[in-house]
């Protein structure tokens, strides 16, 4: 499966611009890390676009993404991408097996939480952003309190890097498509 039939099951199933967002912001952070770690780019990044599909159509915990598992299979995802989606999600108690499942899981979350953290700064983007500012903001468990740090960090043991040179790496990855995400911020205006 290629991006392209994989945002074809995006643009059919998810219409909250929001969540396509983050679905892009999760797939550049699993291309990103693919290359870091000499992985098949394509599949990674399928397998991050493809992670939320079913969102708005099972948007429960007991639904979400198990009862997708089946619209995957009728579309020819691959199953190896089909358990990595299975897995990012610990409530279906399916087991992140591989080196993509257990990125897939480290970047979900956390895009997230950049995305949060850069939509409060002056710039409203990316391209400033450091991982200071977003440990700066996780300290405050009031400020985007449905991002799951305890996720986060469990996220980044699994993955063996260290929690903030890991939030430096997705920022790196989100901001390479930045102005997809609409956090690539505007000019200051002349005066």
């Known amino acids: 499966m290629n991006r392209e039939e994989a945002f074809a099951i995006v643009n059919e199933y998810v219409k909250n611009p929001n969540l ?3 679905m892009l912001a999760v797939e550049a952070a699993m291309r990103f890390y693919a290359r870091k770690f000499g992985e098949d780019e ?3 990044a399928v397998a991050g676009l493809l992670h939320d599909f079913d969102w708005e159509i099972h948007p429960t915990m ?6 997708g598992e089946h619209i995957l299979r009728e579309h020819g995802v691959p199953e190896e991408i089909i358990h990595a989606v299975l897995s990012h999600a610990d409530h279906t108690g399916v087991v992140r097996e591989n080196l993509m499942e257990k990125t897939l899981y480290a970047c979900d979350e956390l895009t997230g939480l950049i995305t949060a953290v850069a939509l409060v ?3 409203r983007a990316l391209y400033d952003l450091k991982p200071k500012s977003v440990k700066n903001k996780w300290k405050d468990r009031s400020f985007a309190a449905g991002a799951n740090r305890e996720e986060m ?4 043991r699994e993955l063996g890097i260290e929690l903030w040179e ?3 790496n997705v920022i790196e990855a ?3 498509i930045a102005a997809d995400l609409d956090l690539a911020g505007s000019p200051e205006k002349e005066t």
Do not use: F, I, Y
């Open 20 to 22: 396509v967002k983050h």
């Open 42 to 44: 394509e599949k990674w």
């Open 62 to 67: 007991e639904e979400h993404p198990l009862a």
């Open 121 to 123: 700064r002056p710039s």
């Open 153 to 156: 960090e469990q996220g980044a």
């Open 166 to 168: 890991h939030v430096g």
């Open 174 to 176: 989100m901001n390479a």
